[in-house]
C-alpha cells in the first residue's frame, strides 16, 4: 500500500504533523539524552528479558524499515523489571539508520550521533489483550533502543539479547512511536552502551527499497527522526 508519510522532504518528519498532529505532542520521541542532565533513580531495577528463538517469524520491508516480526499470541519472549512495571512482551525488533555512517540514531546523546539505531518493541500483555490497544495507552510499549556505531562487528543469531551491548546500563524517559502514528504509549529504555556494525552492513540498510513493487526504485537512504522536545520530562538514569 502506498504510504501517506516517509522520510523525504515531500512525507518527512518536517510535514508528519500535517498528518499526524501528535507529532507536536507532550511525549513525542526520540530526544537529545544530554548526560549531565539525567537523574540517577536509586528505584530503578536492572533490566530481565526471556526471548525465546522462536518467537521471531518472519523478515519483511515495512517500508519505513525491515522489521523482524514475531508470533506474539502468547507470553514466550518477554521484559521485565528495569523501570516496568509487570510484564511487556516481545512484538517485533527493527533499525533506523541514515545516509552516511555518520548518523542515522534517533536517539543522541550528548550531541553524538550514532550510525543507526536497534529498536526492540514490547507491548503490555499484562493490561492490554493485543499490541493495536496498548499502542493506544500511556503504559502500553516498552521499546529497547540500542545505538549502533559504525565498525566492524560480528553479527550472531536472531535472539534480539544476542544485540544488547555488554552493559545494560540503560536510560529512560516516557516518549512516543518515533514513526506515525506516534503514538505517546512507550516507556523508552535506552542502553548507554553501543552495539558496532560494519560500514557495509549500514550501506546494506540504505539499498532497502522505499518504492513500491513496479515503481522506480527508490532506496530508503534514511530513516531516522530527530529529536523533539523534552517538554515536561526528566530522564532517569539506572548507572550513577
Ligand atoms: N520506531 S518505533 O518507535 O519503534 N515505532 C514503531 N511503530 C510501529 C510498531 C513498532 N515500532
Ligand atoms: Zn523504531
Known amino acids: 500500500a502506498r504510504q501517506s508519510w516517509g522520510y523525504q522532504d515531500h512525507n518527512g518528519p518536517e510535514v508528519w504533523h500535517e498528518l499526524f498532529p501528535l507529532a ?12 549531565s542532565e539525567v537523574k540517577y533513580d536509586p528505584f530503578l531495577r536492572p533490566l530481565s528479558f ?13 517500508g519505513y524499515a525491515f522489521s523482524i516480526e514475531c508470533d506474539d499470541t502468547e507470553d514466550r519472549s518477554v521484559l521485565r523489571a528495569g523501570p516496568l512495571k509487570g510484564s511487556y512482551r516481545l512484538r517485533q525488533l527493527h533499525f533506523h539508520w541514515g545516509p552516511t555512517d555518520d548518523y542515522g540514531s534517533e536517539h543522541t546523546v550528548d550531541g553524538l550521533e550514532f550510525a543507526a539505531e536497534l529498536h526492540v518493541v514490547h507491548w503490555n500483555s499484562e493490561k492490554y489483550p493485543c499490541f493495536v490497544d496498548a499502542a493506544q495507552q500511556p503504559d502500553g510499549l516498552a521499546i ?5 556505531k559504525g565498525s566492524q562487528v560480528a553479527f550472531t543469531n536472531f535472539d534480539p539479547s544476542s544485540l544488547f551491548p555488554e552493559s545494560l546500563d540503560y536510560w529512560t524517559y516516557h516518549g512516543s512511536l518515533t514513526v506515525p502514528p506516534l503514538l505517546e504509549s512507550v516507556i523508552w529504555i535506552v542502553l548507554r552502551q553501543p552495539i558496532t556494525a560494519s560500514s557495509e552492513q549500514l550501506a546494506t540498510f540504505r539499498s532497502l527499497l522505499c518504492s513500491a ?6 532506496c530508503l537512504l534514511s ?18
Not at 513493487?213 to 527508490?218: D, F, L, S
Open 24 to 35: 507536536n505532542g507532550d511525549r513525542q520521541s526520540p530526544i537529545a539524552i544530554k548526560s
Open 50 to 62: 526471556s526471548y525465546d528463538l522462536t518467537s521471531p517469524k518472519v523478515i519483511l520491508n515495512c
Open 144 to 148: 529497547v533502543g540500542v545505538l549502533v
Open 213 to 218: 513493487k513496479g515503481e522506480p526504485a527508490c
Open 223 to 240: 530513516n531516522c527522526r530527530p529529536p523533539q522536545p523534552l517538554r515536561n520530562r526528566h530522564v532517569r538514569a539506572f548507572f550513577h
